[in-house]
């Protein structure tokens, strides 16, 4: 239990806001679960996003509330796990505040992409959009900040973006849409929000001259 929560604490240390999107989408799973299962009726009960009630009944909340609900329980442990590593890694790149923003706006634009593109009688749910989005952004920046990464780490997010849209096309029951929303709005907000410099080094920066100045 201890060597867990020395884990959990040092994660938490440099990833906050993704392990509050893990939290909270864990959350939301055992709610779905214990409330009525999985089913198509209780996730739109719980805020799954359906386009006719956000256009014709303006339950605009959908649009947020399906990024933290999935399909199933290994729908939300294999959004966890990719979460966990490609969000952590673009949080200590960009910044806690930075990245809230591409994993929200990004998730939002995904929905955006089901209402108003996508088929009116189809329950989407999943992180899947936001996650696109993270993916969007470190594509982008392996182009613009080459030195932030090393050559195999750089191979590695290319490879994992090309494979997951080859997957969203390939395999039924996948929002397209909604994956290509969210990789559209990643890979535009990385012109806009890539800062000069990781923020770890930032962070790394201040650190030592706080202790330095107390010393």
Do not use: C
Not at 71 to 89: E, K, Q, T
Not at 106 to 122: A, E, M, R, W, Y
């Amino acid at each position: 239990m201890d060597q867990f929560e020395r884990r959990f604490k040092a994660y938490f240390t440099f990833h906050p806001v993704t392990t509050v999107i893990l939290i909270i989408n864990t959350i939301m799973a055992l709610l779905v679960l214990f409330s009525g299962g999985f089913t198509l009726q209780n996730l739109i009960s719980w805020g799954g996003l359906v386009p006719p009630l956000v256009t014709e009944l303006g339950q605009y909340y959908r649009m947020l509330t399906a990024m933290a609900l999935h399909g199933s329980i290994l729908h939300v442990l294999m959004n966890g796990y990719v979460l966990y590593y490609i969000g952590g890694h673009l949080e200590r790149l960009i910044g806690p505040k930075r990245y809230a923003i591409v994993y929200l706006a990004s998730g939002i634009l995904s929905s955006l992409f089901v209402v108003f593109f996508g088929q009116p009688n189809v329950v989407t749910v999943g992180a899947s959009g936001a996650i696109f989005g993270v993916m969007g952004f470190l594509l982008i920046l392996t182009f613009r900040k080459p030195t932030w990464f090393p050559p195999s780490i750089a191979k590695s997010i290319k490879n994992l973006t090309l494979i997951n849209l080859v997957i969203t096309f390939l395999i039924p029951n996948i929002s397209i849409l909604g994956h290509l929303g969210g990789i559209v709005g990643g890979a535009l907000l990385a012109f806009i929000l890539t800062p000069d410099e990781p923020d770890y080094l930032k962070r790394y920066i201040i650190e030592n001259n706080e202790r330095y100045y107390q010393a």
